[in-house]
């Protein structure tokens, strides 16, 4: 059986690969983005007398554009989850980050008629950690509550608090909720339920918030709604651990 450094290793040399494919698609795909858009273009300017042939051909040219560019906003999650940027930790609140976050997607999911109920612990929690991709993490668990919307109105719950030291935040939908047999997958690679899903949202949030060192949970009914939780390690423990780790990678090799 392979050893846990060596499936590692085994497993950054195929997301090294899988980036470099990633990368090469994206120039190509770049030129057939712009070249459907050019024949959009130029259909839009052939004569009148073309009536629906025109119209059918337009919307062929546009339809490709969409296609390209789903295709393109699919590498570029991959390559964030393959290719995670490093982490720059600074000393934040994660309340400020919650309600950063919320601005940032408030408009868009105002349109949409999602009714929030924001509830932020009343003094700040302060974690050590890379702010931007906390936020990304939790923008991922928003959308996946937009999305699993199946009332009037959505609701979407988000509180923040601490327990024993840890601050955590927990976003909750009434949406459709996760039957029984997803929910052991919800977190795989490429697993995904929605016509337009990538499957890259939740491990990406695994990604960070294990990365962090903190924890997820998920309470979901099916029918009733999902709730997720991820809790981080207090800024003190973070420290401590994480310079416990670095303190290991030094030690020399245990040689057998
Ligand atoms: N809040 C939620 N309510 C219901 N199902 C959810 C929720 N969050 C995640 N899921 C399920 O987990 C799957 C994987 O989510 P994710 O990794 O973000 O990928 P995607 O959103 O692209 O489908 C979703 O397709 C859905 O089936
Ligand atoms: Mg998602």
């Given at each position: 059986?392979?050893?846990?450094?060596?499936?590692?290793?085994?497993?950054?040399?195929?997301?090294?690969?899988?980036?470099?494919?990633a990368h090469e698609i994206r120039n190509p795909?770049?030129?057939?983005?712009?070249?459907?858009?050019?024949?959009?273009?130029?259909?839009?300017?052939?004569p009148d007398s073309l009536g629906e042939r025109r119209e059918e051909m337009l919307s062929l040219a546009r339809t490709d554009m969409k296609v390209t560019q789903r295709l393109n906003d699919l590498l570029t999650e991959f390559l964030r989850f393959a290719r995670p940027a490093a982490k720059e930790l600074v000393v934040a609140d994660l309340n400020r980050i919650v309600a950063d976050t919320l601005r940032f997607l408030e408009v868009d999911f105002g349109r949409r008629g999602v009714v929030f109920s924001v509830r932020l612990h009343p003094g700040p929690l302060q974690v050590f950690a890379d702010d931007k991709q906390l936020k990304q993490a939790l923008m991922n668990v928003l959308l996946n509550a937009e999305e699993a919307s199946d009332k009037h109105p959505p609701?979407?719950?988000?509180?923040?608090?601490?327990?024993?030291?840890?601050p955590w935040v927990r976003v909750s939908d009434n949406?459709?909720?996760?039957p029984a047999a997803d929910r052991r997958q919800i977190f795989?690679?490429?697993?995904?339920?929605?016509?337009?899903?990538?499957?890259?949202?939740?491990?990406?949030?695994?990604?960070i918030v294990r990365d962090h060192g903190g924890r997820i949970t998920v309470r979901s009914r099916e029918g009733a709604g999902t709730a997720l939780t991820f809790s981080l390690p207090s800024?003190?423990?973070?420290?401590?651990?994480?310079?416990?780790?670095a303190g290991k990678t030094l030690l020399p090799e245990r040689v057998k």
């Amino acid at each position: 059986m392979p050893n846990a450094t060596g499936t590692r290793k085994r497993l950054a040399d195929l997301g090294a690969v899988a980036s470099g494919l990633a990368h090469e698609i994206r120039n190509p795909l770049n030129s057939l983005y712009i070249n459907s858009q050019l024949l959009a273009e130029m259909i839009q300017s052939l004569p009148d007398s073309l009536g629906e042939r025109r119209e059918e051909m337009l919307s062929l040219a546009r339809t490709d554009m969409k296609v390209t560019q789903r295709l393109n906003d699919l590498l570029t999650e991959f390559l964030r989850f393959a290719r995670p940027a490093a982490k720059e930790l600074v000393v934040a609140d994660l309340n400020r980050i919650v309600a950063d976050t919320l601005r940032f997607l408030e408009v868009d999911f105002g349109r949409r008629g999602v009714v929030f109920s924001v509830r932020l612990h009343p003094g700040p929690l302060q974690v050590f950690a890379d702010d931007k991709q906390l936020k990304q993490a939790l923008m991922n668990v928003l959308l996946n509550a937009e999305e699993a919307s199946d009332k009037h109105p959505p609701r979407i719950a988000v509180e923040t608090g601490i327990r024993r030291g840890r601050p955590w935040v927990r976003v909750s939908d009434n949406g459709r909720g996760i039957p029984a047999a997803d929910r052991r997958q919800i977190f795989k690679l490429f697993f995904t339920t929605r016509r337009s899903g990538s499957g890259l949202g939740l491990p990406i949030v695994r990604q960070i918030v294990r990365d962090h060192g903190g924890r997820i949970t998920v309470r979901s009914r099916e029918g009733a709604g999902t709730a997720l939780t991820f809790s981080l390690p207090s800024e003190e423990t973070f420290k401590t651990a994480t310079s416990h780790a670095a303190g290991k990678t030094l030690l020399p090799e245990r040689v057998k």
